[in-house]
């Protein structure tokens, strides 16, 4: 048996996890991030915690498969790093971390690493090939085929929350275009969903008596059987379930795995989902599956160590 | 030096082709498709055909890479083949050319080798991914990355025709679905645009003159200048441009390739779609170039080669 770190880097903590090869999550913890001076000091926090955590077992080093980070930007095939949030521009991650802590270190965007971790041991454990959807503020994705992350000439491949799906959109998306899946299949879309159908309908809903209406109130509203709730829900369902059929039509994969922070709302959510995505997918993907992701934060960690086999 | 032969199955003629494996095609002639009896005949009449044209040539056995199919159907991993215009039902094409010949054989769909074939010597030579979107009767496609064609879990990789584009549509598509982007960017989709056009519109247009308005007189209305025309181009390339994004949103491949027999309309098509397509991209992929095939109708001759190698 061999051992492997997770990072999985984000804006505000550093999830960090000590897995066996066989996809076992031994131990896991979490430090800061610290973004002060350009995020430089994220590195060596990052190394020092490893090393912390080497010195606790009695494994030698060669026992270590090495240290996968996963990073809100790019890494590219040089060892550096690109991540606006951290304020890294070219910062030689790959490098510093096996110089601190004697392992091989490799790295991905953290929207990739999480789906090779659904796909190495989430809801697509067992499957060739994978589309992760991740329904939070915005729409992220990654797309495994053959157990190898598509990362694209402009590696943008995955980007499926900005797929154009409303030609007809005045609202600008943060990209900068119209009519993105992001701007409807996101928490902060389902939101706008909501505010424009209580707006536009006098149906009575228990929605108006919520001091905020966010995808979650949404969503419970609709479980207790709100009539105006359901009808949000199936509004965002059906864009959702067009954006998934488009990819599906498109990279054909083995499951489509839903995560993020809306994917909370269940069971619900996958089946008003996959019953529109029936409508809209070509015949062959039809019956493709459609399943909730199984790591929900940790995916990330999972995915890191799954690009060190 | 070596050689191979590609063969390009369609419904009513097969085209075959001595290629050198550096992309070279030296010979090339066309022979009937015998759709009787269920197409049995077929391969047999394959295997004559370059056991005739190897004996014109005093290659050694040895000097062949072999024979490469591009069928209008599926051939499995076993391979049998099926393809239901010519009654094919898991017919062991890829053993029986290997009898017939004594060369190995290699098979796949059609579309998929036509997009091999302008990877490897067409539109996307020197690219490590290609999209190639086949604008003929229907809307096709083929997906290449790192030089391996996008299969699909359910060999649906890469039909990107139908996507759903307008959630709105009420006539069917062929597949059953409705909205699907072949309904709109394909030969018949751009005569039933122009139809709906010069319906709904009073405008004057050389095209009320035209005794069958189809995609080549809306083309040739649309370079001469026609007002009405440029309008149904637009919302044409309009579309079409839609899908594009959505397929580069998705894969992010190095180019964008354009084929089959809309695409003679030419550089017209291709500056109207991408001026669209540059609005419809996520960012990174914004430049992505769109060019035209190169190769017509060898393209998928190329691509049975290119498998070979």
């Known amino acids: 048996m061999k051992y492997g770190y997770g990072v999985d880097l984000g804006g505000t903590t550093v999830k960090m996890g000590l897995f066996s090869d066989g996809g076992r999550l031994l131990d896991k913890w979490e430090i800061d991030t610290d973004v002060s001076n350009g995020g430089v000091n994220i590195p060596t926090d990052i190394g020092r915690s490893i090393l912390a955590d080497m010195n606790k077992h009695s494994f030698s080093r060669s026992d270590y498969l090495g240290v996968g980070i996963g990073v809100p930007g790019q890494v590219w095939p040089d060892g550096t790093a690109d991540a606006v949030n951290l304020g890294w521009r070219r910062l030689p991650i790959i490098g510093q971390l096996e110089e601190l802590t004697g392992l091989r270190a490799v790295g991905d965007n953290d929207a990739n690493t999480a789906a090779m971790g659904e796909y190495w041991q989430g809801g697509g454990k067992g499957c060739k090939s994978l589309v992760l959807v991740t329904l939070g503020t915005g729409v992220g994705g990654g797309i495994i085929l053959d157990g190898k992350c598509l990362q694209g000439a402009h590696r943008a491949g995955g980007e499926i929350g900005h797929i154009p799906v409303n030609p007809g959109e005045t609202r600008l998306c943060g990209c900068g275009n119209r009519g993105c899946l992001e701007q409807y299949a996101s928490a902060t879309g389902c939101a706008r969903l909501a505010m424009d159908a209580l707006a536009g309908s006098g149906a009575p809903s228990t929605l108006r008596s919520e001091r905020k209406v966010d ?80 790591l929900g934060n940790d995916a990330g960690m999972y995915g890191c160590v799954a690009n060190l086999l």
Chains 1, 2 share one sequence.
């Not at 995808?215 to 207790?224: E, G, I, L, M, T």
């Not at 369902?237 to 059929?245: E, K, N, S, T, V």
């Not at 995560?259 to 409508?279: C, F, H, K, N, P």
């Open 215 to 294: 995808a979650r109130a949404v969503w419970d509203a609709a479980k207790a059987g709100d009539g105006l709730a359901l009808e949000i829900a199936g509004r965002f369902c059906d864009i959702l379930a067009r954006g998934i059929a488009t990819v599906a039509n498109t990279v054909d994969p083995e499951v489509i795995v839903i995560g993020g922070g809306v994917s909370r709302a269940g069971q619900l959510l996958i089946d008003m989902t996959a019953e529109r995505y029936r409508r809209y997918a070509f015949n062959p993907c039809k019956n493709t599956p459609i399943v909730l992701a199984k």
